[in-house]
């Protein structure tokens, strides 16, 4: 089992930066890819960022990339998105998540951390 609880979110103006964390329980948090999505008022549900197991490989969604980065420290069981250039768009309750293999869906997911980015 594997708890994942966000924080880090809040209300930003556009053009800042915001630091999301992940924190997981259970000691096999360094076996899980983890991932982070997010979902927008009215939005589906939008991959944002994947990292694996030792952090060495990344990927992120279009909409993101070159202005997040997701990152993670086995030591800590934590994972990170660094947000910078923030806008409205990216307005959302963003959340984190588990898979245990890149074949499979996501076993666990967090309650979510809102982050609202205003004009």
């Known amino acids: 089992q594997v708890q994942l609880v966000e924080s880090g979110g809040g209300l930003v103006q556009a053009g800042d930066s915001l630091r999301l964390s992940c924190a997981a329980s259970?000691?096999?948090?360094?076996?899980?890819?983890m991932g982070w999505f997010r979902q927008g008022p009215g939005k589906e549900r939008e991959f944002v960022a994947l990292?694996?197991?030792?952090?060495?490989?990344?990927s992120y969604g279009d909409s993101v990339k070159g202005r997040f980065t997701i990152s993670r420290d086995n030591a800590k069981n934590t994972v990170y998105l660094q947000m910078n250039s923030l806008t409205p768009e990216d307005t959302a309750v963003y959340y984190c998540?588990?898979?245990?293999?890149?074949?499979?869906?996501?076993?666990?997911w967090g309650q979510g951390t809102q982050v609202t980015v205003s004009s």
């Open positions: 998540a588990a898979r245990y293999t890149l074949t499979t869906l996501y076993d666990y």
């Open positions: 259970g000691r096999t948090f360094n076996r899980y890819y």
């Open positions: 990292i694996n197991w030792n952090g060495d490989s990344t």
